[in-house]
């Protein structure tokens, strides 16, 4: 009776149920065998496996003995039944992973009997929910392992990212199929999903056949038994789709105050001037009641307003797009706090955007944390730059003193110490190049360095700059000419720091440049500003480049020797420094056809400072041993 009753539960267990007994040969091997009894479950598993709605129970021996040949072993289900027999359990994995299907199978004896249990893991779950998805044209849905490869996909991200079969996708990294900057961003948001084994959402831009779109990506962690992450799972909503999302979300307020209530993040709701919906949150957040701040937008406001954006996170904000940002919010208490602010629209029948949604989230912990580590790590360099410093300018002093025993010497000898001197003397520039901008770099980072600007003539300073590398650059065998429309133009900048921008470009330009050409310093004056051009006939930059080419160790790489490669930190150094100046800096370049960078200074004076007199000095000089030290001999 008690076997019964276990047989019932069996019957009626979400687990795939099989019971069958099997006849033997006359030499004890298995030829044959009966089913017995199976449950509906077993049945439905099968469906998904031959991907059918309908399944013919009379052929169900047949299509069995054909399923059992698929699992991963490559047992026949003969061999099968045996190893059951002598062991009492085996188990066993069934299917194919490239389309997510995948069974276990455990195997038990029972002296009279076989009883087998089929357990689909999350695959199997996987292969159902994208079935279901293929038929919807709005929601892309895919799987990747840990490693970020995919698994499988529905039929409309095929078509709009360009496959013809999910077989064709199998195994392909993201890098494989998107561009490397997209990649990166997936990459890094599957990451946080799986070191925080949480769901998660985020704003993504996927490179479709219409061309760039802007979606909202829902992802989260799948699971082994173990509860330990060994995938992901993406959904993500096009843009037309999201509107209309948004525009349910419009008639199902009540509902939407309702889910939000519970949030940790503040949730509200506002038209074009007033606050309609606050969630409960905002007192947590912003420790105050929300009465005050409840109806007009625009006090609310008031929270993120300091000196570097007077206006608040309102500042160039457009009602009908998305906005998002991160800000420093001073509440009333005192209190500082950093919010992650995002501002969605809500359409109407139209079209028309009537309402829209907020969402505000404290993030003050993770941004002590980002804080603390990047103090570390500015600190770190800061301490190691220093430190190479000293031993440098020691081996740079003592080569000077050992240029002054030079003369003392015959002629070969002279030669001979001459020679490695300056070599010695030329590397111990160039790793002072690299300590100064490290340093510069990470004052930078910090917002630490010092800018001290004066009233003088940029138009002489430039010149003069330039004068004080034409011997080097004659005996490269290159030519230099310097042209402007205007004689003197007094503006308010840093000498030092304009100085280094210069002889790096020239540097750089120097560097890349065809042998026997030109470099060409141009100056002219527009409306508003100083307009700079440092322009050479060198070997160019690939197109792809030019967008990342000021981003810190950066470098583009070229077929020429490395003894002509850099740091990468010297573009992001220059590109800083006219930034502090309010300038700007582009580079307009074609491979092969040489390249220009162009950067502009405001026509301003600071009424405080008299007007100074520059003359080329000799510390012009030394920088430019500094600054040229890498383009050897």
């Not at 687990?15 to 030499?27: C, I, P, R, T, Y």
């Not at 890349?512 to 060198?538: A, P, S, Y």
């Not at 690939?542 to 810190?552: A, G, L, N, Q, V």
């Amino acid at each position: 009776m008690s076997r019964k009753i276990y047989e019932q539960i069996l019957r009626n267990s979400g687990e795939g149920f099989l019971k069958v007994n099997a006849q033997k040969d006359e030499n004890g091997n298995y030829i044959d065998f009966d089913i017995l009894d199976y449950n509906k479950s077993f049945v439905d598993i099968l469906k998904k496996m031959l991907k059918k709605n309908n399944l013919d129970i009379d052929i169900l021996k047949d299509i069995i003995k054909d399923k059992f040949k698929a699992n991963r072993q490559g047992i026949e289900i003969y061999e099968l039944l045996e190893r059951i027999e002598k062991n009492k359990f085996e188990s066993i994995n069934f299917g194919e992973k490239s389309y997510g299907i995948n069974l276990k199978v455990d195997g038990y004896y029972l002296e009279e009997f076989f009883i087998f249990m089929c357990k689909s893991n999350f695959e199997q779950e996987i292969f159902r929910f994208t079935e279901m998805l293929d038929k919807s044209n709005d929601i892309y849905f895919w799987v990747k392992d840990i490693k970020g490869n995919y698994v499988t996909e529905n039929q409309t991200w095929l078509d709009e990212v360009g496959f013809t079969d999910k077989m064709s996708v199998e195994g392909l990294n993201s890098y494989d199929i998107w561009p490397k900057k997209q990649c990166d961003t997936f990459r890094a948001n599957e990451e946080e999903v799986i070191r925080e084994n949480i769901i998660k959402i985020f704003e993504e831009t996927f490179s479709l056949h219409g061309g760039d779109q802007n979606v909202d990506t829902t992802i989260w962690p799948l699971l082994d038994n173990e509860n330990k992450p060994i995938g992901t799972m993406g959904i993500a909503i096009n843009g037309k789709s999201r509107a209309r999302f948004y525009e349910n979300l419009k008639n199902n307020e009540k509902t939407f105050k309702e889910i939000t209530k519970y949030c940790e993040s503040v949730f509200f709701i506002r038209d074009e001037k007033n606050i309609i919906y606050m969630s409960p949150s905002y007192e947590n957040v912003f420790e105050e009641s929300c009465d005050y701040y409840a109806h007009d937008v625009y006090k609310f406001n008031d929270f993120f307003k300091n000196e570097k954006q007077p206006y608040g996170i309102l500042d160039n904000y457009k009602f009908n797009e998305l906005n998002e940002g991160r800000s420093k919010a001073k509440l009333k208490n005192g209190k500082e706090k950093w919010i992650q602010y995002k501002f969605l629209p809500i359409h109407d029948e139209c079209g028309e955007v009537i309402k829209r949604i907020g969402i505000l989230t404290d993030v003050t912990k993770d941004v002590n944390i980002e804080e603390e580590k990047e103090k570390i790590r500015l600190d770190f360099f800061t301490n190691i730059s220093h430190e190479l410093r000293t031993p440098v300018n020691i081996i740079l002093s003592s080569i000077q003193v050992l240029k002054l025993k030079l003369d003392t010497l015959d002629k070969n000898n002279y030669n001979y110490f001459s020679k490695y001197i300056n070599i010695m003397q030329q590397n111990t520039f160039r790793l002072i190049k690299l300590i100064n901008n490290l340093i510069d770099s990470t004052k930078i980072d910090s917002e630490s360095i010092d800018i001290h600007p004066i009233n003088a003539d940029i138009i002489s300073f430039i010149e003069d700059t330039c004068s004080s590398v034409l011997h080097f650059i004659k005996s490269k065998h290159m030519n230099l000419v310097f042209d402007t429309d205007v004689e003197e133009e007094i503006i308010s900048f840093d000498p030092d720091l304009i100085e280094r921008v210069l002889l790096n470009l020239l540097s750089n330009a120097v560097k890349f440049n065809k042998e026997n050409g030109t470099i060409f310093i141009n100056v002219r004056l527009e409306e508003k500003d100083v307009v700079v051009e440092v322009k050479d006939e060198g070997i160019g930059i690939p197109k792809d480049k030019i967008p990342t080419i000021f981003e810190r160790f950066e470098q583009v790489r070229t077929k020429m020797k490395s003894e002509r490669e850099g740091s990468g930190i010297g573009l992001y150094i220059v590109k800083s420094l006219i930034q502090m100046h309010d300038g700007s800096v582009k580079i307009e370049s074609e491979e092969g056809k040489g390249c220009s960078t162009i950067f502009t200074l405001p026509r301003r004076i600071n009424k405080n400072n008299k007007k100074h007199y520059l003359k080329c000095e000799e510390n012009k000089i030394n920088m430019m041993d500094v600054e040229f030290s890498d383009i050897y001999m």
